[in-house]
């Protein structure tokens, strides 16, 4: 997608010079920087940090990672080890790391250096042409609409699940792209999104770069919204969905869910097929990264002279929790937009689309 009008990655060898170029996500939308990622322990606080984060550019970052890793002469397993301690909840991270010892493990270790960075590159590419492929199927859910109303196609999101938080296009913001390039008048809710403001901060500042009309929302402003007719569907994204269609995503998914499913607002879930924890049975056995309780008592933001700060917004000594993800189950979903089409959220509905997984 478009930053200052060029088309950018988020990620990116460097050929020759032994390193990753990511964007710097904890700097937007105040300050665009891209930062390098010279070795294991970069890529390892990079996804730790969220300096790279959504699920399928933590799987890309962690690929990457193993590539750094072996070019300093680190063990494999331990590189792998070190990686997938990063955080818990996004399952592309786990088959990124599969996926790549899988493609490591047979080689000679001679080899393996060079084909850990083809590896590495060829799951970037495929990314794209992933959620180029979203985009097209969901498109059509925008265009639908669009058919029969006047005006703007109006989409709630939450969070930020644009080309962010992958290596290009995003996911639930995909269909977005597609439509709104397609010519389709859309314009779209960004949730804040606390505590760390991904929607306000990464999915406004994307949307703007794109040309798309949104509109920044309190998180508690989307269910007023559907009861007013201000919405025609939402679409989130997830970062681990079990194989029955819970899903489970950024916290506060589950309460738009709910608003969504009383006032009848057709509410979709766009993923790729590498975020389907086949080994799930259900949503209950998902983990649910606990993050720092600062992120809930602080808040980041820019003065008017152009200082970014950091302030307290509760007072000191109070407790606070941070759940990082909660998990919305399949019956309030009204279907999973994948790389393979539409689907319901259902375990026949996923198999019907990914019938070697079952």
Excluded at 37 to 47: E, H, K, P, T, V
Excluded at 144 to 149: G, H, L, Q, T
Aim: proline share 6%; aromatic share 6%; hydrophobic share 45%.
């Amino acid at each position: 997608m478009n930053v200052d009008g060029q088309p950018t990655r988020t990620i990116a060898a460097l050929p020759g010079q032994g390193g990753v170029s990511i964007i710097d996500q904890t700097r937007l939308p105040f300050r665009y920087e891209r930062v390098v990622l010279r070795g294991l322990a970069d890529a390892a606080r990079a996804i730790t940090d969220m300096q790279v984060r959504g699920a399928p550019l933590i799987g890309a970052t962690a690929a990457y990672g193993v590539a750094l890793a072996l070019d300093e002469g680190v063990d494999l397993a331990w590189a792998c080890a070190t990686l997938a301690a990063t955080r818990p909840t996004a399952v592309n991270l786990a088959w990124a790391l599969a996926r790549m010892q899988s493609a490591l493990l047979p080689l000679p270790a001679a080899e393996r250096c060079a084909a850990a960075w083809a590896e590495a590159a060829a799951i970037c590419d495929e990314d794209v042409e992933i959620n180029q492929a979203i985009g097209r199927h969901g498109a059509a859910l925008l265009q639908a609409v669009a058919a029969r109303k006047a005006g703007p196609v109006n989409v709630l999101t939450h969070c930020n699940a644009g080309w962010l938080a992958t290596v290009d296009w995003g996911t639930a913001l995909a269909p977005v792209y597609a439509a709104f390039d397609a010519g389709v008048p859309v314009h779209v809710w960004v949730d804040e999104t606390r505590p760390r403001n991904q929607g306000a901060s990464l999915t406004a500042w994307e949307l703007q770069q794109h040309g798309v009309p949104h509109t920044v929302i309190a998180d508690n402003a989307g269910g007023h919204l559907m009861q007013h007719g201000r919405v025609d569907l939402c679409i989130v994204g997830s970062d681990r969905t079990a194989a029955n269609g819970d899903v489970a995503n950024k916290i506060g998914t589950y309460l738009k869910a709910l608003a969504a499913f009383d006032n009848g607002v057709p509410f979709y879930v766009a993923l790729p097929g590498s975020t389907i924890d086949w080994s799930l049975a259900d949503g209950r056995a998902i983990p649910i990264e606990e993050r720092r309780p600062d992120e809930v008592t602080c808040i980041t933001g820019e003065t008017t002279a152009g200082e970014v700060v950091t302030v307290r917004v509760a007072p000191a000594g109070s407790a606070a929790a941070n759940p990082a993800f909660d998990v919305t189950p399949a019956r309030l979903v009204s279907g999973l937009v994948t790389e393979r089409g539409i689907c319901p959220a259902s375990r026949a509905g996923l198999a019907g689309l990914y019938p070697e997984r079952v």
